[in-house]
Structures are given as structure tokens and as C-alpha cells.
Nanobody
Framework: QVRLVESGGGSVQAGGSLSLSCVLS????????MGWFRQAPGNVREAVAG???????RYVDGVKGRFTASNDNAKNTLYLQMNSLKPEDTAMYYC????????????????????WGQGTQVNVSS
């Protein structure tokens, strides 16, 4: 059974940085597409960044140039480096893993991912 565990959340002031990590166990890490999603209170879960099974990173427009997703296949770990954080980045951040093929959607669709972590909270104050 695939298991994902996130870490690295916390509280920072606007303009600061945080680095999130997600460790995958119970599966072959480089077989999956991986994604970062977030959910703020009262909002739907939304995609933030992803790494396709071929290693291609993807970002939503609102984080391009500020967030960087990366892999360490040897450590079965997905990272999200978040710079120039804004109060609107405040949310619970979730790591997700999915089969390398598409179920008809894009990397940003949550139904493309079968396994989810428990989340790590990011708070950005103004």
C-alpha cells in the first residue's frame, strides 16, 4: 500500500520561504506522477505543482516563478520549495501520487491521483 507523509509546513511572514517534503513508501517512486495540492478553509482543494512520471514539472499560474517542485528518486521524496510566500498561500498542503497514465484529466485534476498524504499546514502572515 502506498503511503505518503508530508513535512515542512509552518508559519512565516509574507515574503518568506518554506520547503515541504513528501516521502513515498510502499511503492516504486519513479513509477508515479506526483503532485502538490492545497486547500484553504472554505475553499476547494486546488493543484499547486506536479511532476509527471517523466520528470516534467508543472505549476499553476499563481505560483510560477515562486514555487519549485523537485524529486529525489533515491530518497523516494518529492519537494516543494516555496519562496516569496503570500498570505493567500495559507492552506493545508497535500502530496499526492497517481498512476503514470491519464484518467482523462490533466496533472492538476485531483482524480488523477489515487494516494494522498495527511497534509502539512502552511500559514503566511502579512
Amino acid at each position: 500500500q502506498v503511503r505518503l507523509v508530508e513535512s515542512g509546513g509552518g508559519s512565516v511572514q509574507a515574503g518568506g520561504s518554506l520547503s515541504l517534503s513528501c516521502v513515498l513508501s510502499g511503492g516504486s517512486y519513479n513509477s508515479y506522477k506526483m503532485g502538490w495540492f492545497r486547500q484553504a478553509p472554505g475553499n476547494v482543494r486546488e493543484a499547486v505543482a506536479g511532476i509527471q512520471s517523466d520528470g516534467t514539472p508543472r505549476y499553476v499560474d499563481g505560483v510560477k516563478g515562486r514555487f519549485t517542485a523537485s524529486n529525489d528518486n533515491a530518497k523516494n521524496t518529492l519537494y516543494l520549495q516555496m519562496n516569496s510566500l503570500k498570505p493567500e498561500d495559507t492552506a493545508m498542503y497535500y502530496c499526492a501520487a497517481g498512476a503514470p497514465w491519464s484518467f482523462g484529466g490533466t496533472w492538476a485534476d485531483s482524480y488523477e491521483y489515487s494516494w494522498w498524504g495527511q497534509g502539512t499546514q502552511v500559514n503566511v502572515s502579512s
